[in-house]
């Protein structure tokens, strides 16, 4: 009788790909809501696969809100984003995640200095085919970019922690950038079952050639919220 060997699972999260992909997919929730459910969602990880899993620990990378100021192009007002509400749920997230068993949050930083508004694409197509004049512009029509500074770098630096030092057996990554190409390279040489999730979007045929398998239960979350 084959009994099948229980891996060691450590479940690494872009906290940025995850909250976009779970706001397309789940919708808004509360702070406490969106930190029960992708705590849920890693979980699942572990409980539905056919092998066993034993989990290692939970990696949560993200950076903390912006809350420096801004000024708008449309209406040269300074926007202060340590008032806003998006800075308060961010701030409550991190911290019903913090609250979470075996979770280790890894923080970036923010490029505040370099943070700018721009067009949103489909309104900068709009006003160069001239189908919606600059005099119509509102201030909705605008998106701010900031860059995310040291993220990809922590989860490089805990992927060759945790091979090199041999503590797991197999590593589950949320997220869904080629730029983690050479992390999953890096973990495969060492021996480690290097599994994507890329919550149900397509991935580049680059990546696909460097994981050791795919795994996705957004539609079973879907299921158990209705």
Not at 53 to 61: E, G, N, T, V
Not at 145 to 174: C, E, F, N, P, T
Not at 197 to 223: A, R, V, W
Request: aromatic share 10%.
């Amino acid at each position: 009788m084959n009994v099948k060997s229980t891996r060691k699972t450590a479940i690494l999260v872009d906290g940025g790909y995850y909250r976009k992909r779970a706001l397309n997919i789940w919708g808004l929730k509360s702070s406490a809501e969106r930190a029960n459910e992708l705590y849920a969602y890693c979980m699942l990880h572990i409980s539905k696969p056919d092998e066993p899993r034993d989990l290692y620990r939970i990696f949560y990378y993200d950076c903390p809100p912006m809350r420096g100021s801004v000024e708008h192009p449309l209406t040269k007002k300074n926007i202060n984003f340590s008032t806003m509400s998006g800075t308060k749920w961010s701030d409550e997230f991190h911290k019903a995640l913090l609250k979470k068993r075996k979770l280790a949050m890894r923080r970036g930083e923010l490029a505040e200095s370099q943070a700018y508004y721009y067009l949103k694409p489909e309104i900068l197509s709009d006003v160069l085919s001239g189908k919606k004049p600059l005099t119509e512009l509102t201030e909705d029509d605008f998106r701010l970019d900031v860059k995310q500074k040291g993220v990809d770098m922590r989860i490089g630096l805990d992927v060759a922690s945790l091979a090199y030092g041999k503590h797991v057996d197999q590593i589950v990554l949320i997220a869904g950038d080629s730029d983690f190409i050479p992390v999953a390279k890096m973990a495969r040489r060492s021996g480690i079952d290097f599994i994507l999730d890329p919550m149900n979007q397509q991935i580049k045929q680059k990546l696909s050639e460097h994981i050791d398998g795919l795994e996705t239960y957004t539609d079973f979350m879907s299921l158990t919220d209705k």
